[in-house]
């Protein structure tokens, strides 16, 4: 009734920034869900980091700093697909049914929440990185850049990934399977703790089936100087991936019941 | 503003809804009933464009539920059954984001915020967090976010389910304001008789996903043969009374010392029906409930093909001959 064609596209930006605003207000109050978030990507970055990097391996660098791009990626890993998966939560109180009687479309729903997923992941990295800095990891402009591209590409197909999920996963329990079956897979076949160079081949086959394979290269490449591609393969394929899964998102959370 | 065509919507093993028909009138408050699984919220759900019936088919502010869900989205306001507030955001905050979700443009955003929270009293909360509201705030606050975007209608699944009687009369009381103030028609579903008789226009019985009865409250009641009274006296009916002469009384019986009247309206015609009467023991009075309907209703379409019906009136055609 207050809508006319003329005011549709300023309607649905509304919408987006309304998803979006409610995502990010829910995150930043939830205190103990950020602080966990933060925690586990600095314990692994540090125990595994500091335990592992005391074993002398042969790999170019400190181990501490050569799985410092991956666990940029596994924050961003964690924090998306978890994301996604929480309209598991929307649906099991009526928040997602109260969305879905308001006049917008599945995809900016979906849309919506992808950026909520982004911003999310940018608040997680954003500490990561300052952490980077006592590390001994030096940002150029170019690098910032190319960190801030690879995490929120990747952000937005994983959060994607998630949605997709959650669309057709009813049940909290549900959710246990996406963490097993889903977040860990993705994390430990990227190469985020090891180098992808001299695997078995049947595992090396799996790396590359998993995006975030390109995203821990690119990174690597970025920051170390390290990659096993170069850094515009690995965009190149990342927003592929990205693509496909945005595709197949948008369809299954089309086609999600309401109720 | 509601016409509701032989809507069907069947499920693998069983029918939620059986060839269901009605219509409901503009500005008015139109109840539906019935036991638990009727299809009372499945029908909501269908009106509100979440799910897609079967066979047939409905019309809300004239839209197509099926061809224009979105027009009918913009008609309407949804309060669900769970909470559906983000309980971290302040009450104002949930409100700014459903206009959003709405398009309801910046200007007159605020002032139609400020609007529906004093419309449901939560004006000077506004910047709580909505886990610090009662259970009966929350529902307020989420009939506010129902009727932000003026809709022509407005649904409330059990509204005051799980409330404390207090908050169930003040919710009425907001309802009844929003109806008058807003202009804007609304159905409700309820499991509280006591409720529907109180708001409702209309009411429509629903059991095993078809509508059998469907009238105003008063009507319901009267179909039950309207308000019994029971005149008991010490020595023997007084012969002379006549009792059926009354034009508010519908039937008498007697019953040893006692003389059963069906009449309408016992709170406005006792005074002349029991005018001069002597020797008069007790009297009893009973105004039959919407309950007493609701359980003949829901009654008779239990008991219909049931075995002890059966058996029960096979026994008394039996003794007859």
């Known amino acids: ?259 | 503003m509601i016409i509701v065509k032989n809507l069907v919507k069947r499920y693998s093993d069983f029918n939620a809804l059986n060839d269901l028909s009605f219509e409901v009138n503009e500005n008015e408050i139109f109840g539906l009933l019935g036991p638990n699984g009727a299809g009372k919220t499945t029908l909501i759900h269908i009106l509100a464009t979440l799910l897609k019936p079967t066979q047939g088919g409905a019309i809300v502010n004239g839209f197509d539920v099926l061809r224009d869900a979105i027009k009918v989205r913009e008609s309407i306001g949804v309060v669900f059954q769970a909470p559906s507030s983000d309980d971290i955001l302040t009450g104002y905050e949930n409100l700014k984001i459903h206009a959003l979700l709405y398009g309801i443009p910046r200007k007159i955003r605020e002032k139609r915020i400020s609007e529906v929270l004093e419309l449901v009293g939560l004006e000077d909360r506004k910047n709580d967090q909505v886990k610090k509201y009662s259970g009966g705030m929350r529902r307020r606050l989420e009939i506010a976010r129902g009727l932000l975007h003026n809709p022509k209608v407005l649904f409330l699944d059990e509204p005051t389910l799980g409330l404390d009687p207090q908050s169930r009369e003040t919710m009425w009381r907001y309802i009844k304001k929003i109806v008058k103030e807003e202009k804007v028609t609304i159905i409700l579903t309820t499991h509280y008789m006591e409720e529907a008789d109180m708001l409702c226009d209309r009411i429509g019985f629903i059991s095993n996903g078809k509508i059998i009865a469907l009238d105003s409250p008063s009507k319901l009641k009267q179909e039950l043969g309207g308000d019994m009274v029971k005149i008991t006296f010490n020595d023997g009916i007084p012969s002379k009374r006549d009792f059926a002469h009354f034009d508010f009384v519908h039937k008498v019986e007697q019953n040893g010392n006692s003389v059963i009247i069906y009449m309408d309206e016992v709170n406005s015609n006792m005074h002349r029906l029991i005018k001069d009467l002597e020797g008069v023991q007790t009297i009893e009075y009973k105004k039959p409930t919407l309950n007493d309907v609701f359980l003949k209703l829901s009654g008779d379409s239990l008991s219909g093909d049931s075995p002890e019906g059966g058996f029960m009136q096979r026994y008394a055609q039996y003794k007859k001959t």
């Not at chain 1, 965009?235 to 309401?258: D, E, H, N, V, Y």
């Open chain 1, 1 to 259: 009734m207050l809508n006319t064609k003329k005011h549709n596209s300023k309607i649905v930006l509304g919408q987006l920034y309304a998803l979006w605003l409610r995502e990010i207000k829910v995150f930043l109050r939830e205190r103990s869900r950020l602080i966990a978030s933060t925690f586990t990507p600095l314990l692994w970055l540090f125990v595994i980091g500091s335990g592992l990097g005391s074993t002398n391996l042969q790999i170019g660098t400190d181990y501490e700093k050569f799985i410092f791009p991956g666990i940029i990626c596994m924050s961003v890993i964690f924090t998306s697909v978890f994301f996604g998966s929480y309209i598991i939560w929307d649906r099991k109180f009526d928040f997602l049914k109260s969305v879905m009687v308001a006049p917008a479309s599945r995809t900016t729903v979906f849309i919506g929440k992808t950026f909520g997923g982004m911003t999310t992941s940018l608040f997680q990295v954003a500490i990561i990185l300052a952490i980077g800095i006592a590390l001994g990891i030096n940002y150029d402009a170019l690098t910032l850049l190319q960190i801030l591209s690879i995490v929120l590409i990747l952000s937005f197909c994983l959060t994607s990934l998630g949605l997709t999920f959650g669309s057709y996963i009813e049940s909290l329990e549900g959710f246990q399977l996406i963490v097993s079956f889903v977040v860990f897979p993705l994390f430990f076949l990227s190469g985020a703790l090891f180098p992808i160079d001299n695997l078995p081949a049947w595992l090396k086959f799996i790396t590359l089936v998993d995006p975030a394979t390109y995203s821990v290269d690119a990174l690597r490449n970025s920051i170390l100087h390290l990659g096993t591609y170069s850094f515009e393969l690995d965009l190149a394929i990342l927003l592929l991936f990205t693509f496909i899964i945005t595709l197949i998102g948008i369809f299954s959370f089309r086609r999600m019941k309401a109720v």
